[in-house]
């Protein structure tokens, strides 16, 4: 009798139970089980990246085509109201007129956040005809919330986009400038 109670302390001994015998089987399900959601889950981030990216792109066009209009910017009043208008979508957005001769010098957006950067004016000395610009008439628009005045970006990308667009000197004469759009 001793001998075979010996026998099956021996036998229990290596004896792990039924799910303990299957846990070879179950390292390489958990293991492909846990790279798929990696792999689902890298594609959603990436997915939603392009989104946004995407999304900032269309609002930067219909921000830019709201600004510019027909491509001629005819009097200031004009450009304060596409201006008021882009105020009623919710983009964080900022534009502006620059010369092409500053722009030639190049456009960093780092120069935003310090605001370095060389916003169109209106023409010295300008006379006679209508519509006439006041050297202190800063072209420039920029949304109304919080983070626009302050410049802000956080975490999120900026995207900036140059269109060339006519402005209106007088009744015969006309000037090529560069609305620069910037959305974050």
Do not use: H
């Not at 959603?44 to 491509?71: C, H, P, V």
């Not at 109201?81 to 957005?93: M, P, R, T, V, W």
């Not at 010295?124 to 006439?132: A, K």
């Amino acid at each position: 009798m001793r001998l075979s109670k010996e026998k099956k302390q021996k036998r229990k001994k290596g004896f792990i139970g039924s799910i303990g015998d299957d846990v070879p089987a179950l390292i390489p399900i958990v293991i492909s089980i846990v790279i798929f959601f990696s792999a689902f889950g890298y594609s959603m981030n990436l997915f939603n990246l392009k989104t946004d990216t995407y999304l900032k792109t269309m609002e930067a066009f219909s921000i830019a085509r709201t600004a510019k209009g027909n491509n001629v910017i005819s009097t200031f009043d004009d450009f304060n109201k596409a201006c008021e208008k882009n105020q009623l979508s919710n983009s964080k957005f900022f534009y502006f007129l620059m010369d092409p001769e500053d722009l030639n010098e190049g456009f960093d957006v780092r120069e935003f956040r310090e605001y370095k950067f060389n916003v169109f004016r209106g023409f010295e000395g300008t006379s006679g005809t209508s519509p006439t610009y006041e050297s202190d008439q800063e072209f420039r628009c920029y949304c109304y919330l919080e983070e626009c005045e302050s410049r802000e970006f956080g975490e999120s990308s900026v995207f900036s986009f140059i269109f060339p667009v006519v402005l209106k000197e007088n009744f015969n004469r006309y000037s090529l400038k560069y609305l620069v759009v910037l959305v974050w």
